[in-house]
């Protein structure tokens, strides 16, 4: 396998094409991933292309059910951060679904 990201079209990404440095791929940036998009379908922060603020339920439903597969995937895999991490973010967006619900 190799560490070379290739574009859409198969050739390799222009050196330096500008942009924010992209963050790390661990485990923690992807919990944060699914929780910002969490935070969007329960209308909690505004989606940061459109600047709107909406409430999609069902997709933030399908935002909690990702989180709870990641974490019966993962059993017995996470290190004691990682694992409190997953357990919180959890915690938080399955108490703003039930209150965003009523």
Do not use: C, W
Request: charge should be negative; avoid cysteine.
């Amino acid at each position: 396998m190799t560490d070379e990201i290739t574009a859409a079209d198969g050739s390799a990404p222009a050196a330096g094409a500008g942009g924010p440095p992209t963050p790390p791929a661990t485990f923690e940036f992807l919990i944060h991933t699914l929780f910002t998009q969490a935070l969007m379908a329960l209308g909690r922060i505004p989606n940061p292309i459109t600047k709107q603020t909406l409430k999609n339920l069902p997709t933030a439903r399908h935002f909690i059910d990702t989180l709870a597969m990641l974490e019966a995937k993962t059993q017995g895999n996470l290190t004691t951060e990682e694992r409190r991490l997953l357990e919180e973010i959890q915690h938080q967006v399955r108490t703003m679904y039930v209150e965003a619900g009523k």
